[in-house]
C-alpha cells in the first residue's frame, strides 16, 4: 500500500515542481512498479505499457539492473580516465553503424546530443543556418529551443533557423506523391537560398527520420535523399535524430536513416539507449569528431561513465540475446495488419502510421479534419481500459503507441483488442 493518497501526492508535486511540469492524463497516474511491458499503479492494478520508448528492453529487466549494481559496487566515475567498460561499450555500439560511422561522443540526454551535433556541424561548415521540420522537438537547450516548432516554447525561432513543412505521401498515388515531394524540395532550395541571403549559409538539416512528433509522416519516395543532397550542395551536413527512431525499434533497421538511401555524418542518441539511466550519444564519422577535438577541449563530468556504458552495454545484449530487434518487426507487422482492419472497420481512422513497434492511427471527423477530441478521449478510455498510449501530430490527432521492445504477441493482440473495444465505444463500427 502506498503510505500517502494519489492526491496528496499531487498537491505536494505543484507545491515543490509547480504546475507546468507536465503530466500525463486528466487525473494523473502514480505509478510505482514495473516488469517488462506491464506497470502497476499506487492501488495495485496494472497497465499494458504501449508508450514506453525509454525502457526500451523492458521495465526492470534484471539484466540491465545486475550490469548498473555490478558496476556501481565496482567503480563509476568521471570520464578522463582509461576504463574498459566504456571502450567496450562504445566498440559495440559502432558496430551497428556503417561505414564511416565509426566514432561516439558519450553525453547524457537527447537534448545534449543534437546540441554537440550541431556544434559539430557548425564549426565544421563555418556556417550557421539550421533546417528543421516545422513541426519537430530535438531537446530543451537555449539553441534547440530557437529551433522547436513542435511544442510551446517562448523563444522564437531563431534568425538562422528555418522550417520545412515536411510532406505527407499517405493516401496519395504515385503520381500525387511526386509532384508532392517536388514542390517541397523546391521549398527546401528556398529556404537555403533565404539562409544564404540572410549571411547565416548552411551548417546543417537536423530531423528525426521517423519524423514522429509531426504526426508519424510518410515523406514521399526520394524526398529525404534529395532533401540531403540539397544541404550537402550548399556545404550543410546531415544529422539524423534518432532518439525515437533508434536502436532496432522499426524492426527492418537498427537505424531509421537506414530507411533511407541516405548516410549522415552525424546521428545522435538518448532515451532507449540506458533503458532509463541517462545516457546519450552523437555518432560520427573520424574526420570530424578529430577536427572538433582539436579545436575544443570537451569535457562532459558523467557522460558515458561506467556505470552509463554499463547500462547501455546491457541493452545491446538484451536485444541479441532476445533477438528484440527480429521480434519487433515480426510484432510490427501483425499489429499493422490488424490497424490496417480497424482503419476499414472504423471512418474515425483515416490512416496508419509509423513502422516495427512505433505505430498511429490517424483519427478524423466525419467531414475528414482532424479529430483531436478523439484522440484525447481513446487515450483517457484506454487508460481506463488498462492500456497507456498517447497522441501526438500538428493537429494531436494521431494516438502514438511504442511499447517496449520485449511485447509478446498475446500482449500485442490485448493492445488490439482493447483498442477495438475503445473505438467501438467512441463511433460504431461501420
Ligand atoms: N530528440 C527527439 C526526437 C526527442 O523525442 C527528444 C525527447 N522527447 C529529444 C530529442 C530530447 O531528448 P532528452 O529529453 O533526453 O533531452
Redesign the pocket.
Same mark, same amino acid.
Given at each position: 500500500m502506498s503510505p500517502h493518497s494519489t492526491a496528496d501526492l499531487l498537491t505536494r508535486r505543484y507545491a515543490t515542481l509547480g504546475e507546468h511540469s507536465p503530466l500525463f492524463y486528466r487525473e494523473p497516474l502514480e505509478l510505482v512498479r514495473g516488469e517488462g511491458v506491464w506497470l502497476t499503479d499506487a492501488t495495485g492494478r496494472t497497465y499494458l505499457d504501449a508508450y514506453n520508448n525509454v525502457p526500451h528492453v523492458g521495465h526492470a529487466h534484471p539484466a540491465v539492473a545486475d550490469a548498473v549494481n555490478r558496476q556501481l559496487r565496482t567503480l563509476n566515475l568521471h570520464t578522463r580516465y582509461l576504463n574498459h567498460v566504456v571502450v567496450d561499450y562504445a566498440e559495440a555500439l559502432l558496430e551497428t553503424f556503417a561505414d564511416p560511422l565509426d566514432r561516439l561522443f558519450l553525453v547524457? #540526454? +537527447?537534448?545534449?546530443?543534437?546540441e554537440l551535433a550541431l556544434r559539430v556541424a557548425r564549426q565544421h561548415t563555418g556556417h550557421t543556418g539550421v533546417l528543421v521540420s516545422d513541426f #519537430?522537438?530535438? +531537446?530543451?537547450t537555449t539553441s534547440?529551443a530557437q529551433l522547436t516548432t513542435g511544442l510551446t516554447v517562448a523563444e522564437p525561432l531563431g534568425d538562422h533557423v528555418r522550417a520545412l513543412r515536411i510532406p505527407d505521401a499517405a493516401g496519395l498515388t504515385d503520381a500525387e506523391a511526386s509532384v508532392l515531394c517536388a514542390s517541397a524540395l523546391q521549398e527546401a532550395d528556398q529556404a537555403i537560398a533565404s539562409l544564404q541571403a540572410a549571411g547565416h549559409g548552411l551548417s546543417a538539416v537536423l530531423f528525426?527520420p521517423l519524423f #514522429?512528433?509531426e504526426g508519424l509522416l510518410r515523406p514521399p519516395q526520394g524526398y529525404v535523399e534529395g532533401l540531403a543532397a540539397r544541404v550537402r550542395a550548399a556545404g550543410g551536413l546531415v544529422v539524423a535524430?534518432?532518439?525515437? #527512431?533508434g536502436f532496432g525499434r522499426l524492426g527492418d533497421v537498427m537505424w531509421g536513416h537506414e530507411l533511407f538511401d541516405l548516410s549522415p555524418e552525424l546521428v545522435?542518441l538518448?532515451?532507449p539507449m540506458g533503458n532509463g539511466h541517462?545516457v546519450?550519444g552523437v555518432v560520427t564519422t573520424a574526420e570530424l569528431l578529430d577536427e572538433f577535438g582539436r579545436r575544443n577541449m570537451y569535457f562532459n563530468t558523467f557522460a558515458g561513465s561506467p556505470v552509463s556504458s554499463a547500462a547501455a552495454h546491457a541493452v545491446l545484449r538484451v536485444m541479441d540475446a532476445e533477438q528484440l530487434r527480429p521480434r519487433a518487426r515480426q510484432n510490427g507487422e501483425f499489429i499493422a495488419a490488424r490497424l490496417e482492419q480497424l482503419a476499414r472497420e472504423y471512418p474515425a481512422v483515416a490512416s496508419v502510421r509509423g513502422q516495427g513497434l512505433f505505430f498511429g492511427l490517424t483519427l478524423v471527423r466525419p467531414d475528414g479534419s482532424a479529430a483531436p477530441e478523439a484522440a484525447r478521449a481513446l487515450t483517457e478510455r484506454m487508460r481506463e481500459a488498462g492500456v497507456l498510449i498517447s497522441k501526438i501530430g500538428r493537429e494531436d490527432n494521431v494516438l502514438k503507441m511504442r511499447p517496449p521492445m520485449v511485447l509478446e504477441r498475446a500482449e500485442a493482440e490485448l493492445l488490439l483488442d482493447r483498442l477495438a473495444a475503445c473505438l467501438s465505444a467512441l463511433e460504431p463500427a461501420a
Open positions: 547524457n #540526454s +537527447g537534448s545534449e546530443a543534437n #519537430s522537438y530535438h +531537446g530543451n534547440l528525426d #514522429s512528433t535524430d534518432e532518439v525515437q #527512431s545522435t538518448g532515451k541517462p546519450g
